[in-house]
């Protein structure tokens, strides 16, 4: 027994010992499947939202982030409005490979040629397509050509796009379209050229248009996994085709394009895609999709809800794109003759940012600054270089360059904002020196303030040196005629010049510059000089200082750039409570305000497309417009008057009416504009705003009302000391939207506000949320947690 016993024990030990090891390790296999499961945040978003309204820029599918290449079918090709993929057309036009601000190019088209007669195969090849055959992603495009029994994928690289065609005839082809009327562009002086049997290189020019004055030229190059049977062009048609062998079924081609030359679009092909695994590039455009997405995690709403906000936010991630190749060359067309340059490169020989073509910056501040800033700051910085880039090559920062150019897009210094809000949130990748300087040379006589929208040959439009003599911009300018730029709207373009001054003093304050603060504080005062006391409206001034008559304050562009009086009243997001008190204080800015988004709710709060404002005149006048990015601030304005509880109603009134649901027919009631409504809709859904476009020192954001119940930010640790900031609701609903209570890090927040340091170091920010009741009192009211 003494012999036994301890055999007995030690196999029970052993057995004991067996059984815990198999149950530790199928627990870890469990607990390894359950933490290293990810999420296919592409599988979230809806590329077809909004698409049967679509602009050239709009549409994307096989693109990465702020990609170079922007490859999708067009179904309209005629102007920059009203063309690219538009779902209700069921024709397919071509697969083009630029669709971005002012720039177009290279369109190309799988053929069968047996179904096509000789006379059509130029002019009359395009092919009818069904939505049922087709599968959109984010970084690829699936769909079938049903009048040639061709099946077409998509995807790209950031500089090469990537086709893979299925053919079912005997006579397959590609026709390649170098010239004509492509979306927003003429495309002239297309060439093409054999260099060997399976590869293809030439050029072509987007010609001037009348906001991108200079011509620009696309390069690229072509490669097939087969070789070319036949190549012909036609001069009169402007067109090549190229012929495959016969019984080619599975055909994969490559395009690489430059704004340089073909020798750096065969760089870009070398350097991002050297095999034929078309499946690999799908899967990484998928992963590097998600590895941007992912950085916001929501949870709660439905389903619909969580779809819409990942659409939303994969909107704000693109439109703006890389004009430079992979080695960091450059087309810098700023000066009287284009030049061929390069980015500063790492030892490797890679640009240490990137450059780009964008539309305006006109209202990032509530958007991509806010939004970039804080989750991507990696983002933010390469734009701030890039443009920074832009005023060492041509001497001003711009606010919307395309093509290596400026444009003179809206007004203003929209790109003031911008730059500021990156260096007082900590990103400091840059010469803040050299970038004050920059901007205090845009807000002076000579800088971009002086030129109205696309005024490329003169200096008259922006009024300028009247704001600055009288403290206000006439309407109408003083000399000013189209012929010296579009959107001379003295009112707005006061308010507009007074913000961004704050802005740049601010910048000042930050640097030591005081008096250079003080002079541009003092100049932010101005919006003060168009407040008419009778009206109690901001009102248009003409040159000698007399009011506008009559005065209709909701009538459209009239004074107001893409507004109306009672929209661009609000425009002083740097001193609303200097504006409420000319308003008589206060309780009488929140009434008046109120009342406007009453009447607003009742159209919807937007004035629709130009297509529903001809049918219903009405929508022109609505009083809050968030279609369109002047009065997208207001909801948050109640909250810097005392009554945040307002601001929680009327945010998610907004959300609901304007920014929700997954539908071709609509999405943001308007135009998107390159992600600034997009990134909008994001803000507002995690509940978090910056009505100065956080330019104030130690940066602060306003609290209001999540759609959802958990919202989790991954920050950047090179940018960030934290790892996530966390926003967690309770009883959180449609009903309850209002904030009964919050707490950062398990310490009562009694104000609504957080510093971007408290942000960015990371925590957890708890809101108890609740749907207003008979129990309000009115602290709680004034203290935003009342009801409406």
Same mark, same amino acid.
């Given at each position: ?43 979230m978003v809806y590329p077809l939202l909004d ?61 069968? @040629? ?30 079938? @050509? ?105 055909? !994969? ?87 061929? !340059? ?39 910085e390469e734009f701030v270089n890039s443009l ?57 006589p000579g800088g971009i303030m002086t030129r ?90 003409? !040159? ?11 009538? @459209? ?232």
């Amino acid at each position: 027994m003494k012999i036994k016993a301890p055999t007995i024990f030690r196999t029970y030990i052993k057995t004991t010992l067996l059984v815990c090891t198999i149950i530790l390790q199928a627990s870890c296999q469990h607990e390894k499947h359950k933490t290293t499961e990810k999420t296919d945040y592409t599988q979230m978003v809806y590329p077809l939202l909004d698409t049967e309204n679509s602009r050239w820029f709009f549409f994307s599918s096989a693109c990465r982030p702020f990609g170079m290449v922007n490859l999708s079918p067009d179904t309209e090709v005629d102007g920059a409005w009203g063309s690219g993929y538009r779902y209700k057309v069921d024709t397919i036009r071509g697969f083009s490979h630029i669709h971005a601000w002012q720039l177009s190019g290279l369109s190309v088209m799988p053929l069968a @040629l047996d179904k096509l007669s000789e006379k059509d195969v130029f002019d009359n090849y395009y092919s009818p397509f069904d939505h049922d055959r087709e599968s959109v992603s984010p970084g690829h495009h699936q769909l079938h @050509l049903d009048r040639y029994d061709i099946g077409v994928e998509l995807t790209s690289t950031k500089r090469v796009g990537f086709h893979k065609y299925t053919f079912e005839t005997k006579e397959p082809a590609i026709l390649f379209n170098l010239n004509g009327q492509l979306g927003p562009s003429e495309i002239i002086d297309g060439t093409i050229r054999q260099v060997s049997p399976r590869v293809l290189e030439g050029e072509l020019v987007n010609a001037p248009t009348f906001r991108r004055p200079k011509p620009t030229s696309v390069f690229f190059r072509i490669e097939l996994d087969t070789d070319i049977k036949d190549f012909s062009f036609s001069d009169n048609h402007g067109k090549c085709l190229l012929k495959l062998p016969s019984g080619s079924r599975d055909v !994969k081609m490559k395009v690489a394009i430059s704004y340089t030359s073909t020798e750096n679009a065969k760089f870009n092909l070398n350097h991002e895609l050297t095999h034929w695994n078309f499946e690999k590039v799908v899967q990484e455009s998928k992963e590097e999709w998600n590895s941007y997405l992912s950085r916001i995690k929501v949870e709660g709403g439905t389903h619909g809800q969580q779809r819409r906000f990942y659409t939303d936010l994969w909107h704000a991630l693109q439109g703006r794109r890389i004009i430079n190749d992979a080695n960091g060359y450059y087309p810098d067309n700023t000066g009287k003759h284009f030049q061929i !340059k390069r980015l500063p490169i790492s030892e490797e020989g890679l640009p240490l940012f990137n450059h780009y073509n964008s539309d305006s910056f006109w209202g990032a501040q509530w958007t991509i600054s806010t939004l970039w800033q804080l989750v991507y700051p990696e983002v933010a910085e390469e734009f701030v270089n890039s443009l920074l880039q832009y005023y060492r090559d041509g001497g001003l920062v711009p606010r919307g360059p395309s093509g290596g150019n400026y444009t003179y897009v809206m007004t203003g210094a929209s790109s003031t904002p911008f730059i500021v809000g990156a260096y007082q949130k900590g990103i400091r990748g840059f010469n803040a020196e050299e970038a004050y300087g920059a901007l205090k040379k845009n807000h002076m006589p000579g800088g971009i303030m002086t030129r109205a929208g696309y005024e490329h040959q003169s200096e008259i439009g922006g009024g300028l040196e009247d704001y600055i003599a009288q403290g206000f911009v006439p309407y109408p300018t003083p000399g000013g005629s189209r012929r010296n730029g579009l959107h001379q709207n003295g009112a707005s373009l006061t308010l507009e010049y007074a913000y961004q001054d704050w802005c740049l003093a601010q910048f000042a304050k930050a640097l030591g510059k005081t008096e250079d603060e003080a002079y541009f504080m003092e100049r932010s005062e101005n919006y003060r000089n168009v407040f008419d006391t009778e009206t109690n409206w901001i009102r248009p001034k003409d !040159k000698n200082g007399k009011w506008r008559e009559p005065y209709d304050h909701y009538e @459209l562009n009239a004074g107001f750039i893409e507004a109306n009086g009672a929209q661009g009243t609000w425009f002083v997001p740097h001193d609303l409570s200097g504006l409420a008190n000319l308003m008589g204080g206060k309780g009488a800015a929140v009434a008046k305000l109120n009342q406007q988004f009453e009447e607003a709710s009742k159209l919807g709060f937007t004035s629709g497309t130009s297509h529903s404002q001809e049918l219903h005149p009405e929508y022109s006048r609505i009083p809050i417009n968030y279609g369109n990015q002047p009065s997208i601030q207001t909801a948050f304005v109640f909250h810097h008057l005392g009554r945040p509880d307002l601001t929680q109603y009327w945010a998610r009134e907004v959300v609901e009416n304007v920014y929700e649901g997954l539908s071709t027919s609509r999405g943001y009631n308007g135009d998107e504009d390159q992600g600034l409504m997009g990134a909008l809709a994001v803000l507002m859904k995690m509940g978090l705003f910056q009505m100065t476009g956080g330019n104030e020192a130690n940066a602060v954001y306003q609290v209001s009302s999540p759609t959802f119940d958990r919202i989790e930010i991954e920050l950047n640790e090179d940018y960030y000391e934290g790892q996530k900031f966390v926003i967690e609701t309770k009883n959180n609903s449609e009903e309850n939207r209002y904030i009964r209570a919050a707490t950062l890090n398990g310490q009562e927040l009694p104000i609504l506000n957080l510093t971007h340091t408290q942000v960015v170091s990371g925590g957890q920010l708890n809101l108890e949320m609740y749907s207003g009741t008979a129990s309000d009192t009115p602290e709680k009211t004034r203290s935003g947690q009342g009801k409406k």
